[in-house]
Antibody, heavy 112, light 106 residues
Framework: QIQLVQSGPELKKPGESVKISCKASGYTFTDYAMNWVKQAPGNGLKWMGWINTQTGKPTYADDFKQRFVFSLETSASTAYLQINNLNIEDTATYFC?????WGQGVMVTVSS | DIQMTQSPSFLSASVGDRVTLSCKASQNINKYLAWYQQKLGEAPKLLIYNANSLQTGIPSRFSGSGSGTDFTLTISSLQPEDVATYFCLQHNSWFTFGSGTKLEIK
């Protein structure tokens, strides 16, 4: 069956970086783009952008053009989200999704 | 940028009620609209795509309608397991989520 399995929760300090993973299984990884979505505590969903899994080209929403990096390890059917220079406002759950299937989400907490 | 406005923000209804949720786009998005259900602590689940197509495995009490700027998600007979927040998503031009409707049982 189709699954997107994400890495575990992260606790980071301001200024640090974090890299979270999203491993796909049950389908051909390169047949679907991978999107990333942010959900701050108690808030709604915000689309961060997507990565073309055939070419590796990322596209970022306006609010995520600085400090955010999408990447792939195609041989492992895995997508990554890296956030650099973390700040308190990055505290959120981050989901990967191909639209119809979603990862379980990764809670990233940024606290001094 | 396309803005998506959902109403109401909060809805309380009884088991068996017919429930209607609204989503309005700031400009024409044709039928490029999806509805998601998110239960507490879980990832969103796709219910409806292309405004009115029921995702595989979703109960038939859920239905979607609309095109252009006005869209509706209807639950024909509310069940206890439908307690959740419901989001709409437009994908006509980039992607924008609505702010959600939180649905509870009265």
């Amino acid at each position: 069956q189709i699954q997107l399995v994400q890495s575990g929760p992260e606790l980071k300090k301001p200024g640090e970086s974090v890299k979270i993973s999203c491993k796909a299984s049950g389908y051909t990884f390169t047949d679907y783009a991978m999107n990333w979505v942010k959900q701050a505590p108690g808030n709604g969903l915000k689309w961060m952008g997507w990565i073309n899994t055939q070419t590796g080209k990322p596209t970022y929403a306006d609010d995520f053009k600085q400090r955010f990096v999408f990447s792939l390890e195609t041989s492992a059917s895995t997508a990554y989200l890296q956030i650099n220079n973390l700040n308190i406002e990055d505290t959120a759950t981050y989901f990967c999704t191909r639209g119809d299937y979603w990862g379980q989400g990764v809670m990233v907490t940024v606290s001094s | 940028d396309i803005q998506m406005t959902q109403s109401p923000s909060f809805l309380s209804a009884s088991v068996g009620d017919r429930v209607t949720l609204s989503c309005k786009a700031s400009q024409n998005i044709n039928k490029y609209l999806a509805w998601y259900q998110q239960k507490l602590g879980e990832a969103p689940k796709l219910l409806i795509y292309n405004a009115n197509s029921l995702q595989t495995g979703i109960p038939s009490r859920f239905s979607g309608s609309g095109s252009g700027t006005d869209f509706t998600l209807t639950i024909s007979s509310l069940q206890p397991e439908d307690v959740a927040t419901y989001f709409c998503l437009q994908h006509n031009s980039w992607f924008t989520f609505g702010s959600g409707t939180k649905l509870e049982i009265k």
